[in-house]
């Protein structure tokens, strides 16, 4: 058997090839032997980590959640105001740059067959759960200092602003002439400051 460190990283390398195989061909299409040639491994070496396709893809689907929080952990440590850090999670959601956009296509994926999935429906409200409770906690640290003005109840704000990021990133993806990534920011921006109460335009 491996040793521990050498198997954890083929591990991380599979689940980071799956990912990047569900983005570009899709969830319904994803072939282990596709994993396995990206990932420079032999189809009975995925197998060994993952002995089945739905363990491995519900694998992926929790690496990228992780990834995706990995990336933002500055943000959520930062010494920032409240405000100034849901600005930086917007920036940092927006669909640019191909490590973003490959995580948007995957959570693209993991919503159309959650709708036919009660397995994946779970892992949905697992990730978006602890997402949305990690956002309202910004929301929540701004109204105690200030930053923040509404008194709306800060899981609401957090739904609105996910759903926002959500919504608009999926018409950027699918190619919106209207809805580039640039109205995109503007739009997230202009939400975020006008709970604060700042009414200058957004950069």
Known sequence: ???????????????????????????????VSDVARDAGVSGGTVHYYFETKRELTDAAFEHCF???????????????????RLRMVVESYLPRGAETVEAWKIWAELWVEAI?????????????GEWR????????????????RSEDDPVELANML?????????????GSRSMTVD????????FVDQLSGVTQGCP
């Open 183 to 190: 109205v995109m920011r503007t739009t997230c921006l202009r």
């Open 133 to 148: 409770d990690i956002v309202a906690s910004i929301f929540r640290d701004g109204q105690e200092t200030g930053d923040i």
């Open 66 to 84: 992780e990834q995706s929080l990995k990336r933002r952990r500055w943000i959520l440590e930062s010494d920032e105001t409240p405000l100034s």
């Open 1 to 31: 058997m491996p040793r521990p460190s050498v198997e954890a990283e083929r591990k991380a390398q599979i689940l980071a090839s799956t990912c990047k195989v569900i983005a570009a061909e899709g969830f319904r299409h994803l072939r």
């Open 116 to 128: 036919r999935s009660p397995e994946l429906q779970e892992l949905n409200e697992r990730f978006y």
């Open 162 to 174: 996910v759903s926002m990021l959500d919504g608009l990133a999926l018409q950027v993806l699918a």
